[in-house]
């Protein structure tokens, strides 16, 4: 099976990213007091990427954390009898901080929304803002990131897919048929 097309290559890929962190560092008048969480799985690694980005172009230290939206799911019922609970790790008080919640993909928005009410269990933060990878259009809630690697206009009946060397050993970002995943 190959994919319909690939939309982003390990280049593309790091480009988006490095643009991301500028764009960060431009409307955040630098990186202090800035953390970066990563939504589980793929958006860990992202906030990683981008942390270590903003860092090296800032000269600060960009904490970064990790955040399970299992349970925040307004479809958790449908989604599994027994969901598995991943870690949500944030090693740092939220408080006076903007927060950067980070995604791979942002479709419906459903899952921003989980991962805001997450978010805000675990302390007030001075801000969030959103960094996703991909943005693929379809929203049914009023969400939009105010960082996006790709802007992607997709019909409801394909499949996004970033792949990322952490998880993946590749970096990509495919556009599949989903009659072809099935």
Known sequence: MTPKAIILTPDE?????TRIAHEIIERNKGAENLALIGVHTRGIPLARRLAEKLSALEGVDVPTGMLDIT????????VAQQPIIRETQVPF?????RVILVDDVLYTGRTVRAALDALIDLGRPAGIQLA???DRGHRELPIRADYVGKNLPTAASEVVKVK???TDDVDSVELWDMEALR
Do not use: G, N
Request: charged residues 45%.
């Open 93 to 97: 008080d939220l408080r006076d901080r």
């Open 132 to 134: 996703v990878l991909v």
């Open 164 to 166: 990322l060397q952490e």
């Open 71 to 78: 349970l925040y799911r307004d479809d958790l019922s449908e």
């Open 13 to 17: 890929v790091r480009r988006a990213l």
